[in-house]
């Protein structure tokens, strides 16, 4: 059996998503890249989370081509796959529909950076990408998907802006592995959900400035970090 | 006892309206039809979930005389009766107060479909009946109810829009079967929920254009789905 | 000991807010009375619900001096007891600062009935207090407030409507039991919940019509009540 | 090791902010101060709360500098310092970047005292810090938040409004212990969500009248409080 260790990780970051809460039914699903073999692994369609053992995860190559795996994989596939090519210091992906992040999604609204939690993990806003063309969903609509996140971060950095909505859809998170891609989408619902509840209290509230911004952001991440346990970040 | 299976069914479905949090105390109800006996068993009215066996399920016919069983069935009873024989595919309903459904059928507003999650489940916004007359409140009123749900679909396909929110009252759900009545209420609870945040964050927020629309809905429904496994789609 | 009954079910409706989720710490109270001794039992103040016992249980007569017990009453005894002599069918009161319903009684606006739920156990919009004076509060406070409520009910019938919003302070709920008493609380607060939600889908949301809300009301109360078992209800 | 019983309860007030729901992952923090000793202890900065042990607090003098412990303190610590220097009374801090508290931080509004629930705690609004300067920001940034929230209190009593908004940022909460701070902590959360609803429904909202204010406030605190029970009191 391949990558039998990225098999456990991308189990476990499903899991996360369920356990923190940003899953129903089968919905959502989170992978793994083993960038020196350019092989995924991804959580299979539709299966119960309760039931998957590391074996369900099917692999595939950067071309969304299943290379071992009785089961089909998870329908977004080729959006994940788009993902690694187009972002190349990432090494996991999780999409799901969770609640308030979905619902910025449906909003076609970018997440503003209103407080120090969002700049803590994103340096900038959450961005939503453009709807797609007729062309766009009646051809290759799952990797269309991933062009158009790779589109809307034509200008942005991937690696400090880990997460994006989906325009009518939901988000996507990466990372530098599946853990992290998970987690990191459990904060952009956090996120979410408080820039939702800001808006409510005042609805002329102010991003957080720029300075503050990058405070924060440079506070847990790059080589002046000073956030957490020097073995353990 | 007639209908074992069946029984054992919808008190399934009953249960999973309370596993996921759609039900208060005796609130909401689940039934199943078993088309070839025309008989239809459903939740007793007012019994605790917790004390529910298959054997206090009530069995009635298509006219909502009960057939079998000591306990008085759900008082919905007639509008279920109304739905299985007006929606000729269908095998069960399900009924329930659930938050935020509920809130839009007491705004007496459909839920516009916002996004791909909805698309996955309901072929087009989720309709609102119009209000009862006084005649059709004084008379008949549960029956009543079930022919207004009717009308609402008089150029909708129930089938492809297994949901209503009846106005001023709750939504209603169905399916081929008891667990898939369960499992739509709980999505439209999800998905009432978003459509909420969604207008929230941007009152202008604009429903799915048809084509995306079209594009989830068919990726898990008719026959060139290819969401979930081959086995168990 | 005094009431050894009704010290365990006013124990026991204390103990069904706690696990519906509507109080925080040591907020909340509710107490029961025993109309043909004159004694009141009710929840000792400021002590956690874990380590609440029958026994702790305060007895007070209906001028709320304290008849048996070694703990403080609840600071709102003077209230409860106020409801009892204004309300003469009633024999529970519960007070909760419960999430949903403290909203609406701190926006002092009545809950209109938007929906069948409301209709279900509150015949009429669930009223708001008048602001009690300066001299209500600087002198009998919580007395006073019980005669606010008393004074809201001079048109409204306390059986038929059996909450009331205190305006700036929170909901008390009553009943024929302190069981009914709590579980109108709860379901109080659900319906508080789900009108707030109802405003916010849409602001011209229209309550319902008089014939739909008695229609609910006397399915479940009164000589033709319908819903449930012949023998529970 | 210095501090025993101080250790076991900073740690027990961490705790509790993770059992009430307050913190996501390592999010947040509380510390308490030996007076007598003019030491601090403090949570370890990025350490997962369920494998924290009383020896993994870190104690450090009221300049910030660690006099014991081998793990990093957390990141707040100068800001927690800065709070005990300024606010003579207190013995301990919490901060926690609760959902509604935060929220109300990131709009940057007071949050009004629009009820009893709020006046049992907090004499007055809940203030809300000045934004940092650049200059604050890029210096001494954790020190200068202290420092703004010692700014805040220039007109106001610590000890009766036991909790701010740090601007675009989250709340921080104090008390005589730390047990104390995270209690008032767990209910600023409360309060602020529920002042979200009553403005939702309704925006016009009056704040609580001053004498019905003091009333509650004083029935709690102060020598003549008459809630709860003498003892524990």
């Known amino acids: 059996m391949l990558l039998k260790t990225l098999r456990e990780e991308v189990?476990?970051?499903?899991l996360e998503l369920v356990r923190r809460g940003l899953v129903l039914y089968t919905f959502g699903n989170?992978?793994?890249?083993?960038r020196n073999e350019g092989l995924v692994a991804i959580k299979p369609s539709g299966v119960p989370y309760e039931e998957l053992k590391p074996e369900h995860m099917v692999i595939s190559d950067l071309e969304g081509v299943v290379v071992e795996g009785k089961l089909r994989p998870s329908s977004d596939l080729p959006t994940h796959v788009e993902l690694?090519?187009?972002?190349?210091?990432?090494?996991?992906?999780a999409h799901t529909h969770s609640?308030?992040?979905?619902?910025?999604?449906q909003a076609e609204t970018p997440i503003p950076c209103f407080g120090t939690t969002h700049a803590d993990y994103f340096h900038g806003p959450v961005p939503?990408?453009?709807?797609?063309?007729t062309g766009e969903i009646t051809g290759e609509y799952e990797r269309e998907t991933g062009r158009a996140i790779?589109?809307?971060f034509s200008n942005l950095n991937p690696d400090s802006v880990p997460a994006v909505l989906v325009a009518g859809h939901a988000p996507f998170c990466w990372g530098p592995t599946a853990a992290s891609a998970a987690h990191n989408a459990v904060v952009l619902e956090y996120v979410a959900r408080m820039a939702s509840h800001t808006l409510l209290i005042n609805a002329e509230s102010r991003p957080l400035g720029r300075e503050l911004h990058d405070k924060h952001f440079l506070r847990k991440h790059g080589s002046n970090a000073y956030y957490g346990q020097v073995k353990t970040q």
Do not use: M, Q
Not at 30 to 34: E, P, T
């Open 150 to 152: 790779c589109r809307a």
């Open 99 to 105: 609640e308030f992040a979905t619902a910025w999604a």
């Open 84 to 93: 690694y090519k187009c972002f190349p210091n990432i090494g996991g992906v």
């Open 128 to 133: 939503v990408t453009e709807r797609l063309t």
């Open 11 to 14: 189990l476990e970051a499903n």
């Open 30 to 34: 989170a992978s793994g890249l083993d």
